[in-house]
């Protein structure tokens, strides 16, 4: 396990600089044009205006200079970070922290003094102190994240940075209230931090050591962990409750399927029930519908809904919201074999409906399909269904933004309001009656897939048809789950994606 990093707020009178190892200040180009101002010391502060002058720095947003003190501070190094003055957000905040977070990894700092802005312990209408400080503290502890490897003598994952003081400027930071904020918010930001954390740790396990009887053991685990309510069905259970979907496209498999609800009541005298279904490839071959070996190491990822799903109700077990939620992850490889489903064949789902398979690579809706029955024969009465459906959303958006579809625009608004303070972006995609049509079948009541046309809609729209008349919303996370390159506080791998924005959509409610 990676150390957790400890978080503190205010200085106290027995501590002085020489307790840590950098200082960070947040700085914009208008402070860097005000003349006489000093920031940390004067003489660093007279060598940064020397870079600004001479181009080298510009305090653009997540810009770092890191100047080593020469004894003139007990520190070791004053890192400065730009910032814009003028977009003081969450966002902006939580970037400024990644990138101070990643500059005094670089320097092998441990301890870190975090100056903070005075909007930032004042608030403002974009940002709260409580807001500011989530912000900042999920920015340091995902910044410092590094991934978990199964490399000879790297058993341990260890990050340089071990403490961050975030301290105060001004009398607002003083103040009782922005204390008391401040401390709230950095305690809701290391639990939702080590969700994501958590998340990304299990979608970035090699697919043999998560099939999905070892996932459904770690649900069990993280279920125990919480006081939570959990059923596992194995492939005898899903048989007898008509579960054609996830047994079709598991049966290919050595490693049986398996359908993970985990129950969670929060808010006894409400009708409400939140279902959260992530979808749980553990491995995605594409079946008989094999896909190109260049690059199928990477579907190690196909249960990054799940995994998502998880870290959401790691939240829930920390901070026991006034909610119900009914977490269901169906669960499956999609392997080839002899006895693999086939293109042609037609299944019959959890709840009824025929399925003619035009296409095994499409088998992440026909397991969330059973997955949203499951949910709604439990109580659900709305759904968010979070999965790595579809290539084609990276070809339209992109790894920047998550994609969605909905059949209830008051329910996607929260859960898009929900992403705005997450900082995890969502653009909502048509579900024109066009786009259904697409997948009519000759052969059975549907089939599995629309074709390369608009695939991202008719693949969440395939899910849709299994949502009933409950309000529902499907999250295409197939190119956020999963980066080729760090960005900011996500890295290289399992990002964890959503499982922040879903922590802020279910904390809000009750």
């Known amino acids: 396990m990676m150390s957790e990093v400890q978080f503190t707020y205010g200085v106290n009178n027995s501590e002085a600089a020489a307790d840590f190892d950098v200082i960070v200040k947040l700085i914009s180009r208008e402070e860097l044009q005000e003349e006489e101002a000093e920031w ?6 007279e ?22 003190s020469l004894g003139l501070l007990p520190v070791s190094h004053v890192i400065y970070v730009g910032i814009a003055r003028s977009e003081l957000t969450a966002d902006s905040l939580r970037d400024a922290a990644t990138a101070a977070a990643k500059a ?22 974009a940002c709260t102190p409580a807001q500011a400080a989530q912000a900042m503290t999920e920015g340091y502890a995902l910044g410092v994240f590094k991934r978990k490897t199964v490399k000879t003598g790297d058993s341990l994952r260890q990050s340089t940075v071990t403490s961050v003081n975030f301290t105060p400027a001004g009398a607002a930071g003083h103040s009782p209230d922005s204390q008391e904020q401040w401390q709230a918010g950095i305690q809701r930001g290391k639990v939702f931090a080590a969700a994501v954390i958590y998340a990304r740790d299990l979608t970035n396990l090699p697919a043999n050591h998560l099939t999905p009887e070892l996932l459904a053991s770690e649900a069990e685990v993280l279920a125990g962990q919480y006081g939570l309510d959990i059923e596992v069905l194995d492939e005898w259970s899903a048989a007898e409750q008509g579960m054609g979907g996830l047994l079709g496209v598991g049966q290919g498999s050595a490693n049986p399927p398996r359908m993970i609800v985990i129950h969670y009541e929060g808010a006894s005298d409400s009708a409400e029930v939140w279902g959260l279904i992530g979808k749980g490839i553990t491995f995605d071959t594409g079946g008989i519908s094999l896909k190109k070996a260049e690059g199928m190491e990477g579907m190690i ?7 998502s799903v998880l870290g959401v109700m790691r939240i829930i077990g920390e901070l026991k919201p006034k909610v119900n939620v009914l977490a269901v992850i169906p ?79 008051e329910l996607l608004e929260q859960v898009m309001t929900a992403s705005k303070q997450s900082g995890e972006r969502i653009w909502q995609l048509p579900s024109f009656p066009e786009y259904r049509k697409q997948l009519e079948s000759d052969a ?13 809609i008719t693949g969440g729209l395939f899910i849709g048809a299994f949502a009933e008349d409950r309000p529902w919303v499907h999250l295409d ?9 760090e960005r900011s506080w996500e890295p290289k791998g399992g990002t964890g994606v959503m499982v922040r924005t879903l922590g802020e959509l279910l904390n809000k409610e009750g």
């Open 40 to 45: 940390v010391h004067p003489q660093l502060d």
């Open 47 to 68: 060598a940064l205006r020397v870079h600004v002058e001479r181009g080298l720095f510009k305090a653009e947003p997540k810009e770092v200079l890191a100047l080593p």
């Open 104 to 125: 005094a990894g670089r320097l092998k700092a441990a301890s870190v003094q975090q100056l903070l802005p005075e909007a930032a312990c004042a608030g403002s209408s």
């Open 301 to 307: 990822c196909d249960m990054a809904g799940a995994a």
């Open 331 to 409: 669960s499956a490889e999609n392997m080839p074999s002899d006895r693999s489903y086939k293109p042609g064949d037609v299944l019959k789902m959890m709840n009824g409906t025929t399925v003619e398979v035009v296409n095994t690579d499409a088998e992440g809706r026909l397991v969330l399909a059973d997955g949203l029955t499951t949910a709604i024969k439990r109580g659900a009465t709305k759904l968010v269904d979070l999965a790595t459906l579809t290539g084609a959303v990276g070809v339209a958006l992109g790894n920047v933004a998550t994609g969605a579809i909905t059949n209830n625009e």
């Open 444 to 456: 059975a009541d549907m089939k599995n897939s629309g074709g390369r046309m608009g695939g991202t």
């Open 477 to 485: 996370i197939a190119a956020t789950a999963w980066l080729d390159r």
